[in-house]
DNA sequence: GTCTATACCACGATAGAC
DNA sequence: GTCTATCGTGGTATAGAC
C-alpha cells in the first residue's frame, strides 16, 4: 500500500541480509534467530512477525536469490533454443545453466562477490527445510534442463544421464561451497581479457568432460577388478568377517574393516 | 578398564550408533543430545560422561568410519606404487581412492549400506566441528594423494590439478550425500555381474574425464563468449552496470592458493 | 501496521546425589 | 557408572506500546 514511512521495508531487507550471511557462513541450523536478529540491529519479536517462523525466513532468503537465477536459466535457454534449434548443443546448455550465475556474481549488485559462496550452500545444506524447498520450488526448471541435456546428448541413456548429471551439479555446488571461488577463479582470470567467457570455458569444460565421457563396458570393468585383484590389493579391506554381528569391546575400533 | 560388565561398552557403541544415524539424516547441527540419547536408550547425561562433549561424540563418530578408510586408502595407494613403480597411472591412484569405500559399502559390517551416504554427508556438512575435524585429520592422506595424481598427469600444474580435484572429490560427496546413491548405483548394476567392478569403473571413468579434460585456452573462452553475446541472450541477466569503478581490481592477496 | 518486551518450552552442558 | 537438577541459550508465541 502507501506506507509512507520508510521503516518497515528497510526491517525486513535488513534481516534477510543478515540471515543471508549468516547462513552461507555456517548453515541453516547453525543460525540462530538472536544472531539474526542483533546483527540486522532489529528486534528478536520482528522475524516471526515478518515472516512467521525460521523456515519461512530461510525460504524467502533462498527465494530472493533464486527465483531471479532461475527465470534467468530459463530465459536464457528459450533463447538459446530459438537461435538454435535442432543445432543446439550441450555446451549450449550448460552455457545457459552456468552463465546467470556467473553474471550475478560479476554483478555489483549487493552481496554479488558472495552469490556462488550463497548458492553452494544453499544446494549441499544438509537441512530437510532447505532441500525440500529447493527440490520442490526449482524441479520445473531442473526438468527443462534435464530434456535438452537429453536431446543434445542423445547417445546417453535417461539413467546415465541422471548420473552423470547429478555428478556434475555435485561438483559445482560442492566447489562453490567450499568458498575458495575467489582464489580460484581470481587465478584464471587474473591476465586474462573476457573474465565471464573465461570462468565459463572453465567450468563448462569439466562438465563437459563428465556429461562426454565413454560409458565403461564390461571389458573397462574388468581391467578395474584385475587391478583391485592385484596380490598386496586384493586383501586390503576385504571384510572377513567371523565375529558375527556384534563388534569386539574395543574403544578404538579396529572392525569396520 | 577392567569393565567386567557388558553394559558399558554397549553403551558407547549404541550411543555412537545413534549418533551416526542421526548425522546421516540431517546434519551435525540438527541433532540433538536429546534425540540422540533417546535413540540409543540412554540417559541424557550419558553422552558426557562417555564423551564429554557434542563435539567430541561427532569426532569419535567419524573416527570411527574414517580411521580405516582412511587407513585402507594408503594401504592401497602404497600396494599400487609397489606393484607398479614409474608406471603408475591415474586410474590405479582413483583405484587406491574409491575401491575402499565401495568395499566398505559392499561389505555386510553393521551399517554398510549407508556408508557411501554417511562418507558424503561427512565431507559436506557446514558445520566447523565437522570440517575442521576432517581437515586437520586426514589432510597427511589427502596430500600423499595429492602428490599421486600429480606424478601421473605431469601436464597438469599445480593449481589446475588442485582445482580438478576439487571439482572431483566434491562431485563424488555431493553425489553421495544426496541419498539417491543406492537407487541410483542399483539401475546401473543391477544386471551385472562384478558389482565393484562396474561401480569403480563408473565413478572412475568421470572423474577421469574431469582431470584430463583439455584446458580451455583464448579461443575456447571466446567462443562461450560469442555465445554469451548473442541477441536475445546478451541482456538476459544483464546488470546495467554504469558505474563501473570497481572493475578488474586485482585484490589477489594470497599469492600461491 | 510496525515494533517491543517478555514468557514459554526444548536444547547442550555441568554438578552432585545415588 | 548412572541418574536428576539446574543453568544459559535456542525457537516460538503473545500482549501491548507506538
Do not use: W
Request: with cysteine.
Amino acid at each position: 500500500m502507501v506506507t509512507a514511512r520508510l521503516s518497515p521495508a528497510d526491517t525486513k531487507t535488513r534481516i534477510l541480509d543478515a540471515a543471508e550471511s549468516l547462513f552461507v557462513s555456517g548453515g541453516f541450523d547453525s543460525m540462530s534467530m538472536r544472531q539474526i536478529t542483533s546483527a540486522a540491529a532489529v528486534n528478536l519479536a520482528a522475524v516471526n512477525y515478518h515472516f512467521g517462523t525460521k523456515d519461512a525466513l530461510i525460504h524467502a532468503v533462498l527465494s530472493r536469490k533464486l527465483d531471479p537465477l532461475d527465470a534467468q536459466r530459463r530465459a536464457m535457454l528459450d533463447a538459446f533454443e530459438s537461435n538454435y534449434g535442432a543445432k543446439l548443443n550441450c555446451e549450449h546448455v550448460l552455457v545457459a545453466l552456468f552463465l546467470p550465475a556467473v553474471r550475478i556474481f560479476r554483478s555489483d549488485a549487493p552481496g554479488a562477490d558472495r552469490f556462488l559462496h550463497f548458492l553452494g550452500r544453499a544446494y549441499t545444506d544438509p537441512s530437510p527445510v532447505v532441500r525440500d524447498f529447493i527440490q520442490t520450488h526449482y524441479i520445473e526448471t531442473l526438468g527443462r534442463f534435464f530434456f535438452a541435456f537429453q536431446r543434445t546428448l542423445p547417445e546417453l541413456s535417461r539413467e546415465d544421464l541422471g548420473f552423470r548429471l547429478n555428478f556434475a551439479m555435485g561438483a559445482l555446488s560442492s566447489v562453490l561451497a567450499g568458498g575458495n571461488t575467489h582464489r580460484l577463479i581470481r587465478e584464471f582470470t587474473q591476465q586474462q581479457g573476457d573474465h565471464e567467457a573465461l570462468i565459463l570455458a572453465r567450468l563448462s569444460s569439466l562438465m563437459v568432460a563428465a556429461l562426454k565421457a565413454p560409458l565403461p563396458g564390461p571389458q573397462e570393468a574388468s581391467e578395474f577388478g584385475a587391478m583391485a585383484n592385484l596380490p598386496g590389493v586384493a586383501q586390503i579391506g576385504q571384510v572377513l568377517v567371523e565375529t558375527t554381528e556384534s563388534v569386539p569391546s574395543s574403544t578404538a575400533s579396529a572392525p569396520t574393516t
